[in-house]
């Protein structure tokens, strides 16, 4: 069988293969609690099941237009000018199935082979993976103070004359960070200066804590939607809870997204009817769902950080935003792939190594469970990591024994 060369190089990932190990221990009775996942427990929200259920009922599911239903398209234009204040029109959006496939069209339209991207450490998963099947360069910027910002010079240092987009993910997954508005002001400043697309990957932009708030990338330039190089990610999956269907979106010059609508075009064709419509319900909705959700994960994150205020040896940097947050771990074990299968093996726990995100030492916990889970799991891996601790506990009739590293 022969198999690309390219293709052959590009791992699995790495929180879907864990979610696939954590349902197959689950099916088999074993006491797992997941403290990897990035997918809310909340239920759909009503507007977005009566909006899909409209299309069903009316039976006539077919093709949708390349870059979106227009009402969708509508919805978003109006979510823009409220959240970012900005006017787009139509031709300044596409839809696609996910944000996931609207990154991955965005790069594979302005990168050519050996264009270089930058990825701010700690970054997404994905992200170097997307810019190596385009056959680009990603340039990673790890933030030489051990935080997780890094400044704008270590970033401007890192740009060459292949360098054609930055990508910025605020709130970031998976240290739950919120970058500095002043660093989003430079950014936007320096790439619409030298030409270079600023891609904010925006899709956790509303679940953020504290009474903080995401800046706006536009507020920081007099270019109007044709001329910036500024482009915006979003979506459903975090903000309502709606990872299943699949719709995210992109806003930018209607030049790219001609492009982007003939990459799709050739690709996926269109985001699935019944999602858009879906989509559309949850946009045009009571908004108050989107509150419900992010106060009920701010709770969550107190419990978090309240597990972790008695766990010592571990260092943890408050979340601002999203699901997740980051603890560095590396004072029990450096190699963070290791700790995180025994953890798996030992507790039944399941988190993601930090190495996956750039930050070696670290394992990305999520807290998008219930809080009983949340303090159980904190309680397993501190057993598992705790040399004083008993050999033996119990989890229901369950024995889990240590074997200590």
């Known amino acids: 069988m022969h198999i690309s060369n390219l293709a052959r190089g590009i791992p699995s990932s790495p929180t879907l293969k864990l979610n696939e190990e954590a349902k197959s221990l689950r099916d088999r009775g074993e006491p797992v609690i997941h403290l990897g996942g990035g997918e809310p427990k909340?239920?759909?929200?009503?507007?977005?099941?009566?909006?899909?259920?409209?299309?069903?009922?009316?039976?006539?599911?077919?093709?949708?237009?390349?870059?979106?239903?227009?009402?969708?398209?509508?919805?978003?234009?109006?979510?823009?000018?409220?959240?970012?204040?900005?006017?787009?029109?139509?031709?300044?959006?596409?839809?696609?199935?996910?944000?996931?496939?609207?990154?991955y069209n965005v790069l594979l339209s302005i990168l050519n082979p050996q264009d270089e991207v930058i990825v701010l450490a700690p970054y997404w998963v994905s992200y170097p993976e997307m810019i190596r099947m385009v056959y680009g360069v990603p340039v990673i910027v790890t933030p030489g103070d051990g935080s997780f910002i890094p400044t704008f010079d270590e970033i401007v240092e890192c740009v060459s004359s292949y360098t054609r987009a930055i990508i910025v993910n605020s709130p970031n997954n998976p240290s739950g960070i919120v970058y500095p508005a002043e660093l989003i002001a430079q950014l936007v400043e320096f790439c619409e200066e030298r030409s270079i697309y600023l891609i904010m990957d925006d899709i956790y932009h509303k679940l953020v804590f504290d009474g903080l708030h995401v800046p706006s990338p536009y507020a920081y330039t007099t270019r109007d939607p044709e001329t910036t190089h500024i482009i915006v990610i979003n979506g459903i999956s975090k903000l309502y809870g709606m990872t299943g269907f699949r719709i995210g979106w992109t806003?930018?010059?209607?030049?790219?997204?001609?492009?982007?609508?003939?990459?799709?075009?050739?690709?996926?064709?269109?985001?699935?009817?019944?999602?858009?419509?879906?989509?559309?319900?949850?946009?045009?909705?009571?908004?108050?769902?989107?509150?419900?959700?992010?106060?009920?994960?701010?709770?969550?994150?107190?419990?978090?950080?309240?597990?972790?205020?008695?766990?010592?040896?571990?260092?943890?940097?408050?979340?601002?935003?999203?699901?997740?947050?980051?603890?560095?771990?590396?004072?029990?074990?450096?190699?963070?792939?290791?700790?995180?299968?025994?953890?798996?093996?030992?507790?039944?726990?399941?988190?993601?190594?930090?190495?996956?995100?750039?930050?070696?030492?670290?394992?990305?916990?999520?807290?998008?469970?219930?809080?009983?889970?949340?303090?159980?799991?904190?309680?397993?891996?501190?057993?598992?990591?705790?040399?004083?601790?008993?050999?033996?506990?119990?989890?229901?009739?369950?024995?889990?024994?240590?074997?200590?590293?």
């Open 42 to 103: 909340n239920r759909v929200p009503l507007t977005a099941i009566l909006g899909s259920a409209a299309r069903l009922k009316d039976g006539d599911v077919k093709y949708a237009p390349v870059d979106g239903l227009a009402s969708l398209k509508k919805a978003i234009i109006r979510y823009t000018e409220e959240n970012y204040g900005r006017l787009v029109g139509p031709e300044h959006v596409i839809v696609s199935s996910g944000a996931k496939q609207s990154l």
């Open 251 to 405: 806003i930018a010059s209607s030049k790219l997204v001609e492009v982007l609508t003939n990459v799709q075009g050739q690709t996926t064709s269109c985001a699935a009817l019944i999602s858009q419509a879906a989509a559309e319900g949850a946009l045009t909705g009571v908004q108050h769902v989107v509150e419900d959700l992010r106060m009920s994960i701010e709770n969550k994150r107190d419990v978090m950080l309240q597990e972790f205020s008695t766990f010592s040896g571990v260092h943890i940097v408050k979340p601002n935003g999203t699901f997740y947050c980051l603890p560095d771990f590396s004072a029990y074990m450096r190699d963070s792939v290791a700790l995180s299968q025994l953890l798996l093996k030992r507790a039944l726990v399941v988190t993601v190594p930090g190495r996956e995100f750039g930050m070696e030492g670290h394992l990305r916990l999520s807290y998008t469970g219930s809080s009983k889970e949340i303090k159980e799991g904190i309680d397993r891996i501190k057993w598992a990591l705790d040399p004083n601790a008993p050999n033996e506990i119990y989890i229901g009739d369950r024995k889990l024994i240590r074997d200590w590293m």
